[in-house]
């Protein structure tokens, strides 16, 4: 069974840093798009960033264009998400999936909490 596992989060004061982790499990993970997802309490769930075979085609959205870096790394089954200039709206739980925009409706995993607060 496909299985995502992210860890990572913690509390981290505004202007800070994080790197967050997933580790995948279940699928070829070298031949599978992969996205990263954030949602926060009482809102809807948002796409942040997408990564396609080999590092080829990346894709952020705009709120973290420019702080966060996605990558992958194929030979660990493991996708990263490097987090900088973190502002308190950054708090959120934070998933990782296969897919772009939506994600396989199946395979969400429990997410890692990143909290942003002085």
């Known amino acids: 069974q496909v299985q995502f596992v992210e860890s990572g989060g913690g509390l981290v004061q505004p202007g800070g840093s994080l790197r967050l982790s997933c580790t995948a499990s279940g699928l070829s993970f070298s031949t599978t798009i992969m996205s990263w997802y954030r949602q926060a309490p009482g809102k809807e769930r948002e796409w942040l960033a997408t990564i396609g075979w080999s590092s080829i085609y990346i894709n952020y959205a705009d709120s973290v264009k420019g702080r966060f870096t996605i990558s992958r790394d194929n030979a660990k089954s493991t996708l990263y998400l490097e987090m900088s200039t973190l502002k308190p709206e950054d708090t959120a739980s934070y998933y990782c999936?296969?897919?772009?925009?939506?994600?396989?409706?199946?395979?969400w995993g429990r997410g890692t909490q990143v909290t942003v607060s002085s």
């Open positions: 999936n296969r897919g772009g925009f939506q994600g396989n409706p199946v395979d």
